[in-house]
């Protein structure tokens, strides 16, 4: 993206992401590994260092070198991004659907009801409405905490197969189980589901304004 | 480690301007330091204020501000909101609008000023070249780059329209800075840290972002805005319901947009003094033996006046920081700018609605301008820190089947960025396909820009695989193109906004219009220049008339020599040399003119 000997953006190919990074496609990264490659490479190709420059096709090469690294950054920098980007460039991505996770599946309806109740009492500003059902909040933020954790131990158990088949693949794009695909897809609709409900049990647990 | 990139020049080229809805600001580097452009007054506050003359006269600034009330349909206030408003917006203002507007033409404001319809690109253009040459004239120097602010809510086309009205100006290059990010860079630069929530507040729009400096990056975390919710709302409750008592006494008034204007002035006057004293009067005096009107406005009424403004505010706040996922307690600051942060219950509002005090900035007035002027050093390589990673303001999505959205960008993506979408066609040798390009700014999609395609090779229906890239870049202006991939043949494109200029107008304007607009920026400016030098020599005349008696031979003879010399410049061609003649003549009055002031106080005392 950026000449080595000049210091002037070059224009860029479709590469995907992972080469832009200049990493195999392993789905295990440190956020922090990611990020020290982001900003070194955004230290040389950010437009705003050629704005001035006399000939505004660099400024154009700085640009599109920004938006490639910004796109490849806004694939990889998380886990769920990264599993989207696997699925989509194996040709496997379905958009998921909201799913309530295993261990959660008992208790969903009484968790719907309690953040209904405290989230009706904050509206309402029923301080004492509010303070009745933290009770049950906390408990629930143990039950949504495990939930996490589970969910965590999950993506890593397909974050590791997916990766010892890019040790296997000399190079070549991975190639996984079947049910690798299905298992990755529904992993993305418990996230979906789980964060909404880790959002809104964090913002129950605080009385607005204090 | 790859070279740095060289230095162009020793000079600095970017100038900053801050394009306030009220009031406009333009400041430049000199040495280490910065410097203001100011009037011939020393003001350094440029009203963002037009007045166009029938005949082709041009005035700005303070001296269209200062006729206004004279000229209502032919001055134009608050430029810059024209960009964001439609027929529907001004009508409704009723004679605080005088001045008709096109409803056939939907996607840009049409306004009948000066008895010529004019579009707003064009009104904004008139205004920026003013702003120009005016910082031309401070810095002796050709002014061609700009860092230029914008609210929030701008959408992409309005930063399109924006960037291309600079360019009709004669700004060859032009960086645009989000206003909060411009203040939260100025915040930097005092020599703060940490995570802030930064809110811009003036008389058009409310602007936000979530900002924090981290291994010299400055990186947004999420940005918010609103128009339609600025001060201008106020000045305008407030003078409406003051023309209304008028009218209650007086009945129907033959002169109606005069008084529309008189009043609004006054308006905007009184709601800083209710924020001072927590009261103010509006009056109309006696005028052709009628009787006067006079209405005392309290703090009760500003707050009725601030109540939607406050709900707009408490939405923006909730956005900024779902967006970001974060909640109060994460943040460090609450830096506030602009003239409607002043009021003392939108200030708390905010500080509410962040759970923080609002901590200082230098001047709230001055912070957009000096922020942008920070930026403008670090494209000139004078300083090379922070780099700004600026988000999308608002999430650009296509229709999927069945109604819902599917995103193409999300707000809040770190920009320049880009995605590539796939389509295909329905009909068997298609070569047109058009797609609906939708935004999100705030909690419903609405309908931004049609895509056109054309010249797609006739092929069986679904053959075509026609790829569209949506590449947005750093000012946040979207680049659309396409190609259709199995035959590798670029298509042709027209992107039409609901609000802004097509792509063949931009390209259009890009190619011819600025050469001819610009003897027009000229002549604005020279007109500004000539007005406020006779300005000058007639309060002068006036004041060595009035005070014969303590004016000197020497000073009346060097007043009376520079006085001559800047009549005699006045209606040439050379601005510096009517500017310098100016400067000149206050120069030698200003003793004469400071025992002035001191005899008439002496007169009040006693």
């Known amino acids: ?210 | 480690m790859a070279a740095q990139p060289t230095r162009q020049s020793t000079e600095p080229d970017f100038v900053a301007f801050d394009l306030g809805t009220g009031t406009s600001r333009i400041a430049y580097a000199r040495g280490e330091g910065h410097a203001f452009v100011t009037d011939l007054a020393g003001d350094a506050r440029i009203p963002s204020v037009i007045a166009l003359s029938g005949g082709g006269g041009i005035l700005a600034g303070a001296a269209a501000r200062d006729r206004q009330a004279l000229y209502p349909q032919h001055t134009l206030r608050s430029l810059r909101s024209l960009l964001t408003a439609g027929p529907g917006t001004v009508t409704p203002r009723g004679p605080f609008f005088p001045h008709p507007v096109n409803s056939d033409v939907q996607t840009m404001l049409q306004v009948d000023v000066g008895e010529r319809e004019r579009p707003a690109i064009e009104l904004i253009a008139l205004f920026l070249a003013f702003l120009r040459r005016s910082a031309e004239l401070a810095l002796e120097r050709p002014v061609t780059a700009g860092v230029v602010t914008v609210p929030t809510c701008f959408t992409p086309f309005d930063r399109q329209t924006l960037r291309v009205a600079a360019r009709m100006a004669g700004l060859e290059r032009v960086r645009l800075i989000d206003e909060p990010i411009a203040v939260a860079e100025a915040w930097l630069a005092a020599g703060h840290s940490g995570r802030a929530a930064v809110c811009t507040w003036g008389a058009g729009y409310l602007s936000a972002a979530l900002v924090e400096l981290q291994d010299g990056f400055l990186r947004v975390l999420s940005t918010a805005g609103s128009a339609e919710v600025g001060g201008d709302q106020i000045d305008l409750q407030l003078a409406g319901d003051f023309l209304g008592k008028v009218k209650e006494k007086r009945g129907q008034l033959e002169n109606e947009s005069h008084i529309a204007r008189y009043v609004l002035v006054a308006a905007e006057k009184a709601k800083h003094g209710i924020c001072e004293r927590g009261h103010a009067e509006l009056q109309l005096p006696i005028v052709g033996g009628k009787e006067a009107v006079r209405q005392t406005y309290t703090n009760e009424d500003l707050d009725r006046w601030c109540e939607s403004l406050r709900t707009e505010a408490s939405r923006v706040c909730e956005q900024l920081l779902t967006d970001a996922g974060l909640l109060k307690g994460d943040l460090d600051a609450l830096v506030l700018a602009g003239g409607l942060t002043r009021i003392p219950a939108l200030r708390e509002h905010l500080e509410t609605c962040f759970g923080l005090s609002a901590g200082d900035v230098p001047d709230p007035e001055e912070a957009a301008v000096l922020g942008a002027l920070a930026r403008a050093r670090l494209l000139d390589h004078a300083q090379s820190e922070p780099l700004v990673l600026d988000v999308l303001p608002c999430s650009l999505g296509l229709e999927a089947q069945a109604g819902s959205m599917s995103p193409i960008l999300k707000r809040g993506a770190v920009i320049p960025g880009g995605k590539r979408e796939v389509f295909t066609t329905y009909l068997e040798r298609q070569t047109d396909v058009a797609i609906q390009l939708f935004a999100k700014a705030a909690s419903d999609w609405a309908p931004l820009a049609r895509i056109e395609l054309s010249q797609i090779p006739p092929m069986k229906a679904g053959l075509p695989a026609i790829e569209v890239s949506f590449a947005v870049d750093e000012d946040g202006v979207l680049e659309v193109t396409a190609l259709e991939t199995t035959k590798q043949k670029p298509l042709g494109l027209e992107l039409r906004p609901i609000r802004g200029l097509s792509s063949s107008a931009v390209r259009a304007t890009l190619e011819s219009v600025p050469k001819v607009k610009a003897a027009e920026f000229e002549e604005a400016l020279r007109e500004e220049l000539r007005a406020r030098g006779r300005f000058v020599l007639e309060s002068l005349r006036e004041l060595s008339r009035r005070r014969a008696g303590i004016i000197t031979r020497d000073e009346k003879q060097l007043i009376a020599k520079k006085a001559k010399e800047l009549e005699e410049v006045l209606e040439g061609a050379d601005l510096m040399e009517i500017r310098t003649c100016a400067q000149e003549l206050e120069e030698a009055a200003r003793p004469l003119m400071q025992r002035d002031l001191d005899a008439s106080l002496q007169l009040l005392l006693h």
Not at chain 1, 86 to 91: D, Q, T
Not at chain 1, 108 to 129: D, F, H, K, M
Request: with cysteine.
């Open chain 1, 1 to 210: 993206m950026v000449c080595g000997r000049c210091g002037m953006p070059q224009p860029v190919e479709d590469v995907g992401p992972f080469a832009v990074f200049g990493i195999p496609p392993r789905l295990t990264w440190e956020a922090a590994e990611l990020h020290a490659t982001y900003q070194d490479l955004a230290r040389r190709c950010h437009p705003d260092l050629f704005q001035a420059h006399r000939d505004e096709r660099v400024l154009q090469a700085a640009r599109g070198a920004m938006r490639t690294l910004n796109d490849a950054h806004r694939a990889l920098k998380n886990r769920v991004g990264r599993l989207r980007y696997a699925l989509s460039a194996s040709g496997r991505f379905e958009e998921p659907t909201h799913t309530v996770p295993e261990g959660l599946q008992g208790s969903a309806q009484i968790i719907g009801r309690v953040l209904a109740a405290v989230e009706t009492a904050v509206v309402q500003g029923n301080r004492e409405a509010w303070e009745a059902q933290q009770d049950h909040l906390a408990s629930l933020e143990v039950q949504t905490d495990k939930a996490e954790q589970e969910s965590k131990a999950a993506l890593g158990r397909l974050f590791n197969e997916w990766d010892d088949a890019v040790a296997s693949s000399r190079g070549e794009w991975p190639r996984v189980s079947e049910g690798w695909y299905t298992q990755a897809i529904r992993w993305l609709g418990e996230r979906q589901y789980l964060e909404t409900l880790t959002r809104r049990v964090r913002t129950g647990r605080q009385w607005p304004g204090s």
